[in-house]
């Protein structure tokens, strides 16, 4: 009487086994698909900011944003020098 019982047990334990492996290979190949979807969309966006950044680094471009926010080259007044650290090294006075 065991020997009928341990082949049920072995048996019903082959089927758990399989179904859970068959459901973990669906569930894996649907993340798969939504991974690769995922990363489309990603590479796509990419390829957009790429192509927006050549185009907003254009000389043209630049200079119709600067219009746009207003901005004016600086004047004389809002200049300064500033001596780079141990400028008394570069003032030539050869001691």
């Not at 966006?45 to 907003?56: A, D, G, P, V, Y």
Request: proline share 7%; glycine share 6%.
């Amino acid at each position: 009487m065991a020997f009928p019982l341990l082949i049920l047990v072995l048996a019903a334990s082959a089927v758990v086994w399989v179904v859970d492996s068959r459901t973990r290979l669906i569930e894996g190949s649907y993340e798969i698909g939504r991974l690769r979807s995922e990363l489309e969309d990603l590479e796509m966006r990419n390829r957009q900011l790429r192509l927006e950044i050549s185009s907003l680094s254009q000389p043209v471009d630049l200079e119709r944003t600067i219009q746009k926010l207003g901005l004016q080259p600086p004047t004389p007044e809002h200049l300064s020098f500033i001596p780079p650290r141990g400028a008394d090294l570069f003032s030539g006075s050869g001691s």
